[in-house]
């Protein structure tokens, strides 16, 4: 019969414990897959859970589409200001930076009047202390549904009362 001392049954213990050990832990990371390890997010997205979560400015699967780019375009609609209510063409084009887009006359001041406004959402446009001439200032949102935009803003004058004007616009 073959004796075994303590020392060698602690051996055999030690060893037959790491090797469930290793073997618990092989299984395990390889039944817990990266989920993110095939997926490619553009443009500064980050992907959790095999999901991209896309940067302001960006949208899609892969964070691939700029957002902007679906505001441009020509638009004709009205604005109701409190100072009266007005017919309105104006233009939305793309930019030098992926989430600005150029808006030429905004709110009817003149094909030579141009704002920059800053993609806030994947459906807004927003505009601070934009310079609209005479000393105007024009503050405010636009925000795209399909074909239709609506352009909420503020015109402050250097002197004088602000003219708060909400619009609807339609694609061209």
């Known amino acids: 019969m073959i004796m075994l001392s303590m020392k060698s049954i602690r051996n055999v213990a030690l060893s037959a414990l790491l090797t ?9 990371t390889s039944c817990n897959k990266d989920e993110c390890k095939d997926v490619v997010c553009k443009n500064g997205g980050t992907c959790a859970a095999g ?13 691939e589409t700029v957002s902007r780019d679906k505001f ?3 638009w004709s609609g009205s604005d109701a200001c409190t100072s009266g209510t007005y017919t309105i063409a104006l233009s939305v ?5 992926d989430i600005n887009a150029l808006v030429n006359n905004p709110g009817g001041f003149g094909g030579t009047v141009q704002i920059t406004g800053t993609v ?6 927003s505009f601070t202390n934009a310079s609209v001439g005479g000393g105007r200032t024009l503050t405010g949102s636009m925000t795209f549904n399909g074909n239709a935009m609506t352009f909420a803003y ?3 004058p250097a002197t004088g009362s602000a003219d708060v ?8």
């Open 20 to 28: 469930i050990g290793a073997f618990s832990a092989i299984t395990y």
């Open 51 to 63: 999901v991209c979560s896309c940067p302001t400015g960006y949208e899609g699967t892969n964070c």
């Open 72 to 74: 441009v375009g020509n």
């Open 93 to 97: 084009a793309k930019s030098t930076n």
């Open 120 to 125: 806030t959402g994947k459906n807004t446009l």
């Open 154 to 156: 503020t015109v402050t």
């Open 165 to 172: 004007c909400n619009g609807t616009y339609t694609k061209q």
